[in-house]
Every structure is written in C-alpha cells, then in structure tokens.
C-alpha cells in the first residue's frame, strides 16, 4: 500500500510538473482565467506579487496626485476623487471615463497588470458631478420608512456613477446620530437603529442582489451596471459627546452592539464589499487603532470578508496632533486589520514607512497578505479584471428623466408635516392652485445649492443655482399654480410690504446653508439669518406655510404659534418639483420624523426612550393628508374663497356614486 501511494504521488507530482510546463510555454495564467474560482485566482496572483506589490494594492491616492507613470511603477490599488475633485469644472460624463481610463491603463500596463478601482463619494446620487440627479440626503430617505425606494435609489446611483467610469462609491453611512449637534446628522438615516437597518437595502441597490446561498459576509456586485458599496463609518461615529464630529463616543458594550452595530450585521448579509473605519474614537480609543473591533468583531466575529479601508489620512489622526508620529500610526492602523490606507497624497511615505515595518518584522507578512487577498477578492468579484476599462455605453444615464422621476417621488415621501392649520377644523394645506396673489419669500426659497446641502458639487456644497442643474422650490410652485396666479417673490420682506398686499396665503422657505463635516457642527442649531425675522414678518400678516430645509431639526418653537403650517423638507436636492407636489395636494403628505424634534438644545441629546424626553415633536410623528385632486380642481376652477357651482358638486357626488355603487 505504502509503495501504491508512493508511485501515485509521483504520477500527481509528474503531471503537476508537465502542466505548470505546459502553462508556461502557453503563457497561461491561471489570475487571468476567468473560468477559475475567484479563491484560486487570488490565491495565484498573491504568489506571484512582490512584497512592493502588494504594499500597493493597499494605497489609495487622490485623482490630483496620479499619472499614469506612478500607477504602473507603485501598482497601486486605488484612486479616488476626494469631496469636489472632478477632472474639469461642469466636466461631462465622458471626460471622467477618459480621465479614470488613463489611470487604468497605467496600471494595466505595470507588470502584473492589476487593475485599480477608482472610488468617489456618491452619497445622495452621484453628488461630485456636474448634472447628477441629486436625491434626498439620509436624513430625508429616512422620513420615507421606504426600503424598497431607497433600494431603487441605490440602483440609479450606481448607472449613473458608472455612466462616468467609476465603479466603487463610499456609501452608505449607516451612521445612528444620536444628537442632532453633529454636522454629518444628515448622513445618517434616523436615531433609531431599526429605521438605519431597513435602509441598508440601499446596498443590495448599488451592488445588486447577492445570488442565493451566499456565503455570509462574501462581497458581491453584480456586474458593470452596478458598484462596489461602502458601510461607514465603523463604528459609533453618531454617538459623539455633544455631537462633535471625530469625537469620542462614550457607551458600553451593550449600547455599542445594540444601537451602533446592527446595521453592520445587516450591510455583511447583505454582501457589502467594503466598510470605511470612523474618525471617532470609542471610550478614548481611536478606531483607526482598534484591533478588537476591526478585526476582531468585525472580520472574526461578523465574518466579514471583503476590504476595511480607512477614512481620508484616517491613519495620521491616531496621533494628536496629526501624523505626528506617522511610523507608528501606519503600524497601529495595519495591525488593527486596516486592509486599505486613504494616505491621499504623499503615498511614498506611506509605502516606504509600511515597506520597513514588514521588513523589519514589526508587522507580520501574513497581516500585508490577508490586507492584499481582500482587495484582490473584491476587484476579482466585481469583474473588474474582465472589464478594467469604462465605456460610454451609459453616459445617458447621467441625470435621466427616469433618475429624476425617481429622486421627485423620494422628495414627496419624505417630506414630514408638522403643523396645519391654527386648529384642527381650519387646515391650510393643500394649498389651492388658483388664488390671485400669492408670496413666496425666504433665502432657501430659490436657492438650489441650500436646497442641496452638502456633499454637493465640492464638499461643503454651495449657494446659487448655476453649479449644476435641477429644479428649485420657486420654480416648482411657479411651474404649479395657475397660469392667471400672480407670484411674488421676495427673499426677506418687511411686513408693511406684507400687509399692504393683498396676498391670499404665503409660502416660506427657511433653513440651514449648506455645509459637510465638522464645518457642521453646531451647538446652536437656529436657523440662519435673517429667516427668523422673514418668518415673523410674513406669518405675523398673511396666512403662512413655513418649509423648513435643512439636515436636522432646528430651533423653531419661538416661531411655532404664529406660523399656519409647517413642513420639514430636510434636503431634498435637486427635484424641488416633489415639494410643490405635495404643498398642492397632489400627492398627500406621509413621512414620519426619522429623529426627535426637540424644544430647546438644553435638552439635547435625547432620543425616543429617553427618561427625559420632552420634545415639540416626537421621533415618528407627521401628520397625514390624502391626495385631493377633486378639491385642486375646484380651487383651480373658483379660486379659494368661492362656493363650488351646484353643477360641480352635483357632478362629482354623480362620480362618486358611479364608482361606489356601480362599479364592479
């Protein structure tokens, strides 16, 4: 038997000698083969790889640093455009394709010819790019409690980040904010852990359906019509003391796991391909440097298989001030189970540092190799080796009318109202269509950079309306009413000019300006100047709607009694046209609030459940109203203040018995 074995292992090793012969003389490579499992062609090019390879694949650089000479001679991994970084001002979707194949074929052309993948932040829509369709942010698609919306929200976005070449986005945040003072609260769906777990369908959205009996925590992306998905920022960067952004995020275990983590758990089944790790640290410990969590929760635990990657220099901020010590920050974020380091610009430290630390012994090989075998993990599954360069088979995508059509019904259901009418028996809204004169005011009104808000075009946004295109409120109530309705808009009016005009009701539009980050942190919360004062001038003469646009509730309740109805609008992009659908009753109002509105910041924080909670308006509330076609088309016909024609009522009361009596 012993000899039996002997002479089979010799057959085995013969023909595994005369094969690998064979294959070098034909040149095949099993990396290059298509039809090998995804496990053995990662397995074959990891061996091939020098360890300067390797330390490439996991460097991420910024478009304004790349050529294509550094991407062939450093091999490296990634390219991204950071928050504004476009390869032209209002460059169309052909001009990126050109730009990231450029890229491409520098590192195609290196010695292995691994593919990079170039990434972008496409965090409400293809927000970086001139003529996107620009859908709610989180906040606002978390007033919608619609996952299946949100899915097909994910599903736009990624042919339209495609349209220009790129095949991974950092989104979602599944971020829980936990107090509104944080200047990303816009970017997380709700307060409630449960409303941020629902909207992980945005992933099965932008990477498509994982097939059935899919191993758990395996990425997927199905195909060149969809992107590589990024869960962030891991973990408890809502949570923050005071809602300071990058802060420290006090809480045990158990609020950890039960309020920050689960939709991490969701993102994993789901198939994300990859997680961006948080600024923020966790009872004071930086998360760029927390091994238990990023590998030992996240990828033991959770059994995440794809790639961890670190935010923009998340590295250099272990240390305070940062990169103050950049050798050892590189060592703790790769031993933490960072796989792919955000340097963005000055890579060769970054690979001269983490080429030593290995070199050294300081870093063990099999950590750079286990970094390496998820990035190569990903790029095999995503197609990218089959299909490294872009197209312009879908530049139409870009902004369609579909999109947009898309992004208007997101604008109607996310909408929240708060208030209507003085009393429950004298509702404002729906607005008629045909009244006289009518006064739109207030500095958000036509204004379609704040209706927006950040991550819009360049990182804190912008103000005006000529940086790309889209519709704004005024133009959609301009574009509503009757065309014998005289609109006046004024930004600020005094309230002599209000008075002495004979206005039927006015509309106003108030809010926050845009901006991203910790540019957004607030202690303050109010509503910027002079809105508090177009408020009172406009509410204190005329009956009135207030619009609140802006990324989180704000100081309202010294204004609250005088106003007649008041509506949150949260940022709802570039469709302004799905607020007029709603105002006008179109369409009825059915979002809930996604977070507690409060009273006065002192309270702050405080979320549902909380032993003091207090609030002006609590977590889940909005007020309904139906879709009244037939009470538009009277008002359309007889203006607001006069009684229906007998024919009119008696025709639609004959309607309406034809529907419920004769109809079967």
Request: proline content about 6%.
């Amino acid at each position: 038997m012993g000899r039996a074995f002997l002479r089979t292992l010799g057959v085995l090793s013969l023909w595994w000698f005369v094969a690998s012969a064979m294959a070098q003389s034909t040149g095949y490579v099993m990396y290059k083969d298509p039809g090998q499992p995804v496990a053995a062609r990662v397995k074959d090019l990891l061996s091939r790889m020098t360890l300067e390879e390797k330390i490439g694949q996991m460097t991420q650089i910024d478009r304004t640093v790349a050529t294509y000479d550094f991407m062939r001679t450093y091999a490296i991994g990634s390219v991204l455009s950071g928050g504004g970084s476009t390869p032209l001002p209002e460059a169309s979707a052909e001009d990126w394709v050109n730009m990231i194949n450029d890229y491409q074929k520098g590192s195609l052309s290196s010695r292995l010819g691994i593919p990079m993948i170039y990434g972008i932040d496409a965090v409400h829509g293809h927000n970086n790019v001139y003529n996107a369709t620009i859908f709610p942010h989180n906040i606002g698609l978390g007033a919608t409690r619609d996952p299946d919306l949100v899915k097909k929200i994910g599903a736009a976005t990624a042919l339209e980040v495609r349209a220009t070449g790129i095949p991974y986005v950092f989104a979602p945040c599944i971020a829980v904010c936990r107090d509104p003072r944080w200047g990303r609260c816009y970017e997380s769906y709700s307060e409630n852990e449960d409303i941020v777990r629902q909207m992980t369908e945005i992933i099965p959205g932008l990477q498509g359906d994982i097939p059935s009996g899919s191993r758990k925590g395996v990425p997927y992306v199905a195909g060149k019509n969809r992107v590589a998905a990024c869960a962030k920022h891991f973990v408890g960067d809502g949570g923050t003391t005071k809602g300071i952004n990058e802060n420290n995020t006090v809480v045990d275990m158990h609020g950890l796991l039960s309020i920050h983590m689960p939709a991490y758990t969701d993102a994993i089944i789901k198939g994300v391909s990859t997680v961006m790790v948080s600024y923020s640290s966790w009872n004071g410990e930086k998360m760029h440097a927390n091994r238990d969590l990023v590998t030992g929760f996240l990828k033991d635990t959770l059994k995440f298989k794809g790639f961890v990657i670190s935010d923009w220099q998340g590295i250099d901020r272990i240390t305070s001030p940062p990169h103050a010590n950049y050798s050892y920050s590189v060592e703790a974020g790769i031993l933490a189970g960072i796989d792919m380091v955000m340097v963005p610009f000055n890579f060769t430290e970054f690979i001269d540092d983490l080429t030593n630390l290995v070199k050294e012994k300081v870093i063990p090989i099999d950590r750079i190799d286990d970094a390496v075998e998820r990035i190569l993990f990903v790029k095999f599954t995503m197609g990218l080796f089959e299909n490294p360069l872009a197209d312009f088979s879908l530049v139409d995508e870009l902004g369609s009318q579909a999109h947009r059509e898309l992004a208007r019904e997101a604008v109607r259901k996310s909408l929240v109202l708060l208030k209507n009418g003085k009393n429950e028996t004298d509702p404002l809204l729906p607005l008629p269509k045909k009244p006289k004169k009518i006064l739109v005011a207030g500095s958000h009104a036509d204004n379609l950079g704040y209706q927006c808000g950040g991550w819009t075009i360049t990182w804190q946004g912008f103000s005006g309306n000529n940086y790309t295109r889209g519709t704004t409120i005024l133009s959609a109530i301009n574009s509503t009413v009757d065309l014998s309705t005289e609109v006046v808009y004024q930004e600020n009016p005094d309230k002599d000019f209000v008075k002495s005009t004979d206005f039927d009701y006015a509309i106003v539009v108030v809010g926050e300006h845009p901006y991203a980050e910790t540019a957004g942190d607030s202690l303050t919360l109010t509503i910027a100047d002079p809105s508090p004062t177009t408020i009172t001038n406009v509410c204190e003469a005329v009956k009135c709607v207030v619009i609140v646009v802006s990324g989180r509730p704000l100081v309202i309740e010294p204004y609250i009694s005088s106003i007649d109805a008041l509506v949150a609008a949260w940022l709802p992009g570039t469709e302004g046209q799905g607020v007029a659908d709603v105002l006008f009753g179109d369409y009825g109002f059915s979002g809930k609030l996604p977070r507690t509105w409060f009273k006065s910041v002192d309270q702050l924080p405080m979320n549902f459940g909380d032993s003091h909670y207090d609030p002006l308006f609590p977590f889940d509330f909005g007020l309904k109203t139906e879709s009244v076609p037939g009470l538009v088309a009277r008002a359309t016909s007889y203006g607001t203040n006069r009684i229906p024609h007998p024919l009119m009522v008696m025709t639609c009361l004959a309607i309406s018995l034809y529907f419920t009596v004769g109809y079967r």
